[in-house]
């Protein structure tokens, strides 16, 4: 029995002596690594951080910047010589990233900031050499902000911000960083990604100060951790005067006048001073009124200002008396903008809400201005399909949708009609008096609208203007002969480019943002475009562009030439060979 129990000890120890090696054997010849160099201002960059992360999106997909498609893996700082190596990874597709103080964080293969990078696609014990990553210098912003008598102002927050547009094509700013001028009047802006920005000084506390220094909080004589978060936002002593009216660089209040500057890598841009001046707020007072029985709505109202202009200075809350229907918005700055109006619903579940927006350009104040507000209307109509006994005989009719969109404020979708019925038939409900367009979405492959009439008029072409009383149905006829582009994507040795996008920009009526068309390319930089309408359009490619900044008039002027001209009739079946647009 002893000795079984040793036989069995010791055929125990070879096993674990020989099984542990062929083990991490086995691991080796399944685990991939990634070695490479960083560099930095064509350097060797020393103790850069390198970030491998799994991506979810398969190869030659374009990406847009700041969404997240990933996990991450692990990280590894750079060596004395800039170099790392990554072991031990498991097969499957993967983004890489470097990063280091006063650089441009860089992913493999991108070839500017808005353009993602290479996916590396690893198998069972491949090893990726020579992968480096070369990050270029920041650069850095100063200046001073000053009333328009010279004297420095503290407290200030300047903000680097830059132009960018929404899928609908609406031009906003997006904040990109933001600084605080100390008691000089003086800002630094820093590590900023090359490119083209614009700047602006506002006296406006963020909506966390605000809350955390209002006497109502109580988070001043808080916990002391909020208590430190506050102190630190700015000095208890210091007093901020938010009479200054928010101001764009060049000393101008207005944004669409704004001008731009432009960061280059590894310089410092001095002098982008700032003037605030003190210009009067007003106020807009009114009552809300019922229009159907002439009486104020109170307890059953609401009220909101939205600023039209992009880049808007925050409004404070509106006032709103809900015993006479009384409402104020106080400290307005001079600018356009929408009020909307609301008369909510007694019973939510029986009866709807009801809405108006009305455009207001404030110079002065605003005093007794009577917002009628009225129930909601229906709107009609019925699609048909061209050459069709009924919309059910088209396929995928069941997805049709009929949008109403607010030319006033278009990020407000007012209105969808429900299901569409098998002859065709729809409503929309509840719809306020105003000015729309309109939208249909959900449409089969190789179709698109044709027309949608009311009477003789084409609202296509045309907004739709809703009065006090519903409009007479519409009729929308949907065309089975769209046209199509297909094509490859490509640069100047016309090797194709993936994971870029092919943007269909109509040569007229550039307002009518639902004839734009985008796909991205495959990883052979091939692309199609489909239920196209038929027109004249130009056909673009960028290697980097914000992105739907097409949608802009100022920003398409730029590349002109160098789209390709296409003219396309009912079904008409085009292929291309597109040059890419190298970043500028």
């Not at 002391?224 to 009479?243: F, K, W, Y």
């Not at 009220?303 to 229907?325: K, Y």
């Not at 409402?327 to 939510?348: I, K, R």
């Not at 607010?406 to 209105?415: A, D, N, Y």
Request: aromatic share 6%; with cysteine; proline share 6%.
């Amino acid at each position: 029995m002893l000795i079984q129990t040793m036989s069995r000890r010791a055929i125990t120890t070879v096993f674990l002596a020989l099984g542990l090696p062929l083990m991490l054997w086995a691991a080796q010849q399944t685990d991939a690594t990634i070695e490479g160099v960083v560099f930095g201002a064509n350097q060797p960059l020393v103790d850069a951080e390198v970030l491998l992360v799994q991506s979810s999106v398969p190869s030659g997909t374009a990406i847009i910047p700041g969404t997240s498609t990933a996990t991450v893996i692990t990280s590894v700082k750079t060596d004395g010589s800039g170099k790392f190596a990554i072991r031990n990874i498991r097969p499957g597709s993967y983004q890489l990233f470097a990063a280091h103080d006063g650089f441009v964080r860089q992913e493999y293969g991108q070839k500017s900031a808005f353009h993602s990078g290479t996916l590396l696609v690893l198998s069972a014990g491949q090893t990726l050499r020579n992968i480096d990553l070369k990050l270029i210098p920041t650069g850095t912003v100063t200046g001073q902000v000053i009333d328009i008598n010279g004297k420095p102002l503290q407290g200030m927050t300047v903000q680097l911000l830059r132009p960018a547009y929404d899928s609908d094509g609406r031009r906003m700013f997006r904040l990109v960083d933001s600084r605080t001028t100390n008691d000089q009047g003086e800002y630094r802006l820093y590590w900023i990604t090359p490119g083209r920005y614009y700047v602006a000084a506002d006296a406006s506390r963020s909506s966390l100060e605000m809350a955390f220094r209002s006497p109502s909080s109580g988070a001043v004589a808080g916990t002391v951790s909020m208590q430190i978060e506050i102190d630190a936002l700015r000095s208890r002593n210091e007093v901020v005067d938010q009479g200054y009216t928010k101001s764009y660089y060049a000393n101008t209040t207005d944004s669409s006048q704004a001008v731009a500057i432009e960061v280059q890598t590894g310089s410092e841009l001095h002098g982008i001073n700032l003037q605030m001046p003190r210009l009067p707020r007003f106020h807009i007072r009114g009552h809300l009124i019922d229009a159907n029985t002439g009486t104020a709505i109170g307890r059953d109202g609401s009220v909101s200002l939205n600023p039209l202009e992009p880049g808007a200075a925050d409004l404070p809350s509106t006032s709103f008396d809900r015993t006479t229907g009384a409402f104020e918005v106080s400290n307005v700055p001079a600018g356009s903008y929408a009020l909307v109006a609301a008369m909510l619903a007694a019973n939510p579940s029986t009866t709807l809400s009801s809405f108006t927006r009305v455009r207001i350009d404030v110079a002065s104040d605003v005093d007794n201005l009577e917002v009628p507000i009225r129930s909601g209307m229906t709107v009609s109509g019925r699609i048909d399909g061209e050459g069709l006994a009924s919309a059910s005989d088209m396929p995928g009719y069941e997805n049709l949708r009929v949008n109403l969109v607010s030319t006033l404020l278009p990020q407000s979708r007012v209105g969808s009609s429900l299901k569409i019925a098998a002859n065709g038939t729809f409503t929309i409900e509840n719809v306020s008096s105003g000015e729309y367009r309109v939208r249909v979405t959900g449409l089969p492959p190789n179709t698109y609208v044709k027309s949608a009439l009311i009477g003789v008029k084409d609202i296509l072409q045309e907004p739709l203007v809703i009065g006090t009383v519903p409009p007479p149905a519409m009729t929308i006829l949907i065309s089975r002969n769209a046209a199509q582009v297909a094509g490859t994507i490509v640069d100047a040795s016309l090797n194709p480019v993936p994971g870029t996008q092919a943007v269909l920009v109509p040569d007229q009526s550039r307002d009518h943002h639902d004839l734009y068309k985008t796909v991205a390319c495959d990883g052979a930089g091939h692309f199609t475009i489909q239920g196209i309408t038929p027109a004249d359009y130009k056909l673009f490619a960028w290697e980097d562009l914000e992105p739907y900044s097409y949608f802009d008039p100022a920003v398409l002027q730029q590349f002109e030439s160098l789209g390709k001209r296409i003219h396309l009739v009912e079904s008409s079946r085009e292929t291309v060979t597109l040059s890419v647009i190298p970043a500028r």
